[in-house]
């Protein structure tokens, strides 16, 4: 995604050069400073949130106002392979949405930037003679067309076919941006769906059981319990959320360890340590409590004096760590390794690091740090901050 989002900005800064200079030369600008570099940098920039959405009948509408700065054309159309998605500019009172491609600029070929140097409106009065059209083409594929027109009719100059045709690649990176964008996100839905299926069977058998137990014993505890398992349940099964604060893990992570202290009892002792700079981070949801989870089941369940689950969360300035250590008989690296690759039996820790890598890049996820006699710790490494990931 880094590698994809570095093309994208080059392109942009390709197509705002190009554009930059034509209107430096163009005969009605009377300050050729760097003013008409910036109006093209910022129409090229304005774009992007609106394609990284795709190339719709909602965003090209949006977007052709800022392509016919970049272009420097009377007026632009946004078209996908059958029709005008969007028309902005001179001759919007009888060119719209809707119209065929070929009434504005013929047939559209894959692989090349096509001339149309006279244009024959059946409106007497549209102020359009001629016209460049531009494939938009994602993985050799063509999804439309960029159109830019102009109002003199005859052969067009070389700077302006290349300024369209570098506007139609930028517009075409920032469609292929949009939908590996929605493959990752796409990914990450069925990668939420899977551990929430993990969550069921045991969890959910285990949790019920220890609040059975207490019911005719302490019938008070009992209700209690039942209602942070039903507020655990909602949290991690709510279709809207995909991403939290680590404020929001922590407080359900909390309910998920008072349940399990019910199984527990003394057995089961908690140590939690969060610095308040780590707890406004985003993470996707479900992300902490597979962590603490596995403690739970690899570093006390088995052990017959139980132990102790450890959270911490360290700030470290740019980044945060968030730390789960237990001190059980510990587990064989090679094992840990495995399960982060998404081998093995289980899915949980695989899961967590899979879908961090993914919102996140390289540099981020978990690690399992080696440690001197029992135990386990898990840590994972987040950004402060990323734009595009925000909490619901």
């Given at each position: 995604m880094d590698v994809a989002l570095g093309v994208l900005l080059g392109l942009a800064l390709a197509a705002s050069l190009a554009a930059g200079r034509r209107l430096v030369r163009a005969p009605r600008v009377q300050d050729p400073s760097s003013s008409?570099?910036?109006?093209?940098?910022?129409?090229?920039?304005s774009l992007l949130p609106y394609l990284r959405r795709g190339l719709t009948a909602d965003s090209a509408p949006r977007a052709a106002p800022h392509l016919r700065t970049l272009t420097g054309a009377i007026a632009v159309a946004l078209a996908d392979p059958e029709a005008l998605l969007a028309f902005d500019g001179a001759g919007a009172d009888h060119?719209?949405?809707?119209?065929?491609?070929?009434?504005?600029?013929?047939?559209?070929?894959?692989?090349?930037?096509?001339?149309?140097?006279?244009?024959?409106?059946?409106?007497?009065?549209c102020p359009l003679r001629s016209a460049i059209a531009a494939p938009l083409v994602v993985r050799d594929r063509r999804i439309g067309a960029l159109i830019a027109l102009y109002d003199r009719p005859g052969r067009l100059r070389l700077e302006e076919t290349r300024v369209v045709g570098e506007a139609a690649a930028l517009v075409s990176?920032?469609?292929?941006?949009?939908?590996?964008?929605a493959q990752g996100e796409r990914l990450a839905r069925a990668e939420l769906r899977a551990l929430r299926a993990q969550i069921s069977p045991h969890f959910i058998y285990n949790a019920l059981a220890a609040v059975a137990s207490f019911i005719h014993s302490r019938p008070e505890e009992a209700r209690e319990l039942l209602?942070?398992?039903?507020?655990?349940?909602?949290?991690?099964?709510?279709?809207?959320?995909?991403?939290?604060?680590?404020a929001d893990e922590l407080r359900y992570v909390e309910k998920y360890l008072r349940l399990?202290?019910?199984?527990?009892?003394?057995?089961l002792r908690v140590r939690v340590q969060v610095d308040p700079e780590?707890?406004?981070?985003?993470?996707?949801?479900?992300?902490?409590?597979?962590?603490?989870?596995?403690?739970?089941?690899?570093?006390?369940?088995?052990?017959?004096?139980?132990g102790m689950v450890a959270i911490e969360g360290i700030d470290l300035g740019n980044d945060v760590a968030l730390r789960v250590s237990d001190d059980g008989a510990g587990i064989d690296p090679e094992r840990v390794q495995?399960?982060?690759?998404?081998?093995?039996?289980?899915?949980?820790?695989?899961?967590?690091?899979?879908?961090?890598?993914?919102?996140?890049?390289?540099?981020y996820g978990l690690a399992v740090?080696?440690?001197?006699?029992?135990?386990t710790t898990v840590v994972m490494t987040l950004p402060k901050f990323r734009a595009g990931v925000r909490a619901a």
């Open positions: 008409a570099m910036q109006t093209a940098v910022h129409a090229a920039t060119h719209h949405a809707g119209d065929p491609v070929s009434a504005l600029a013929g047939e559209i070929r894959d692989d090349r930037v096509r001339v149309e140097p006279r244009l024959h409106c059946p409106d007497p009065a990176a920032m469609v292929e941006l949009s939908e590996l964008e209602t942070e398992f039903a507020e655990f349940i909602r949290y991690a099964f709510a279709r809207q959320r995909a991403y939290v604060t680590v399990e202290q019910a199984r527990f009892g003394e057995r780590v707890l406004q981070a985003v993470l996707p949801v479900l992300s902490l409590q597979p962590l603490v989870e596995n403690a739970v089941r690899h570093g006390v369940e088995r052990e017959p004096e139980g495995a399960a982060l690759n998404g081998e093995g039996p289980g899915i949980g820790l695989g899961n967590v690091h899979g879908r961090l890598l993914s919102t996140f890049g390289e540099g740090e080696p440690r001197d006699g029992r135990g």
